[in-house]
Structure formats: structure tokens, C-alpha cells
């Protein structure tokens, strides 16, 4: 199957200062990419999805100029938390989906980042 | 809004069989997916329903009413290993919009 990894694993920060989360699908093109948070314990919420070459469409209550994603290429988003504070914590995974084909319905996940915000 | 709703917890004994409702009401509906999920792991696509009926794949079987809006995920001869998080997730026109989530505890 295809395979969507994410770099990196796990990141610990100082509060106040600036996160990037890569999202890379290695063997498709994503025409579209979902980024989500989920906290302990909670289900998955789609934070935004970005098609890519334009901006990326932000969920409610999601701050775009907070979470700044970039989908510049049709292997790559990016996910940058800035000025992050620890209420920020969270595990953040991103999905990618291909263009076309028969499996075009399903999203693949990367392994998720673990973000902790001291 | 969304409304996807799962039970919040389950526990099975091992050999048994265990059933995961899923009720939805969403504004469009393409779809319904259940993804298995680990601790501290992504979740790991099970099954895909888009007709209503039963899909079965090995020991995992997933079944879809659209006009009840409603779904479930079957785990027959459940192992050690099918302790996790049970993800149903409506697909809407353009995302994936996930549940509230099942966590399963499967006792020797």
C-alpha cells in the first residue's frame, strides 16, 4: 500500500517558539493532504486539508496564522505550529489521498508527531 | 454540524466475538470507513462501506444502513492483539470526518 511518513517522530519545545512537522507520501502523489490533531484519549479532528498548490481550507475554531500549512508539492505538506504554547501538546498526524483510481476514496496516514510544548 | 457517535468503551474475552455501533448525521455522505488504532500510533485502515450490507473481510466484518445512518464493525475470535481504539469515519465530499472513537480491552 501506499505509505506517507513524517518527520519527525516526536519534537519537544520551549513555549513561544516555532514547530515544523513534514508530511511526505513516498511512493504516490497527494493531490490532497488532511492534517489532525488528536489528544489523549480523543478521537482524530481534521485541523485543515490542503490541496496542493493552494492554500490550504481551515477547520472551525482551527487558527490559520497558528498553524501554518504548505502544500508545495504533490509530495509534501508541511505543518508549522508557531509561537507554541503547551496547551499546543498534542499528537498531530497527517493523511494524503491520490488523484485517481480505484483506491482514490482511501487516505493514508503518516505515523503521527508527538508534540510537547514546555 | 457532524454528528458521528461510538460507544466510549468495550471489553471482550478472547475467542469471543464483539460488535462497534456507529450512528452518523452528516451533511453529505460518501462513504464510511473504520480504522484500528494503537496507542501512540496512526490509525490503520480496516474497511470501506459505500452500499448498505455487509462487507466481511477475515475476521473483521463491517456493515452500513445509510438510511438508518448507522454502521458497525464486527471482530470475530478477537485476539490479545485487537486491544485498541476503533475509529468510524464518515467521508464527506472532500475529508474524512472521524468519531468519537471505541476503545476496546480484550481480557485473557
Known amino acids: 500500500g501506499a505509505v506517507v511518513s513524517q518527520h519527525p517522530s516526536r519534537v519537544i519545545c520551549k513555549s513561544g517558539t516555532s514547530v515544523k512537522i513534514e508530511c511526505r507520501s513516498l511512493?504516490?502523489?497527494?493531490?490532497?493532504m488532511f492534517w489532525y490533531r488528536q489528544f489523549p484519549k480523543q478521537s482524530l479532528m481534521l485541523m485543515a486539508t490542503?490541496?496542493?498548490?493552494?492554500?490550504?481550507?481551515?477547520e472551525q475554531g482551527v487558527e490559520k496564522d497558528k498553524f501554518l500549512i504548505n502544500h508545495a508539492s504533490l509530495t509534501l505538506s508541511t505543518l508549522t505550529v508557531t509561537s507554541a504554547h503547551p496547551e499546543d501538546s498534542s499528537f498531530y498526524i497527517c493523511?494524503?489521498?491520490?488523484?485517481?483510481?480505484?483506491?482514490?476514496?482511501?487516505?493514508?496516514f503518516g505515523p503521527g508527531t508527538r508534540l510537547t510544548v514546555t | 454540524g457532524q454528528n458521528i457517535d461510538q460507544p466510549t468503551e468495550m471489553t471482550a474475552t478472547e475467542g469471543a466475538i464483539v460488535q462497534i455501533n456507529c450512528t452518523y448525521q452528516?451533511?453529505?455522505?460518501?462513504?464510511l470507513f473504520w480504522y484500528q488504532q494503537h496507542a501512540g500510533e496512526a490509525p490503520t485502515f480496516l474497511s470501506y462501506?459505500?452500499?448498505?450490507g455487509l462487507e466481511e473481510k477475515g475476521r473483521f466484518s463491517s456493515f452500513l444502513s445509510r438510511s438508518k445512518g448507522y454502521s458497525y464493525l464486527l471482530l470475530k475470535e478477537l485476539q490479545m492483539k485487537d486491544s485498541a481504539s476503533y475509529l468510524c469515519?464518515?467521508?464527506?465530499?472532500?475529508?474524512?470526518?472521524f468519531g468519537t472513537g471505541t476503545r476496546l480491552q480484550v481480557f485473557p
Open positions: 493523511s494524503a489521498r491520490g488523484g485517481g483510481g480505484s483506491s482514490s476514496y482511501e487516505q493514508y
Open positions: 511512493d504516490f502523489q497527494a493531490t490532497t
Open positions: 490542503s490541496n496542493e498548490g493552494s492554500k490550504a481550507t481551515y
Open positions: 452528516t451533511s453529505g455522505f460518501n462513504g
Open positions: 462501506n459505500v452500499l448498505d
Open positions: 469515519a464518515v467521508r464527506l465530499r472532500r475529508q474524512l470526518i
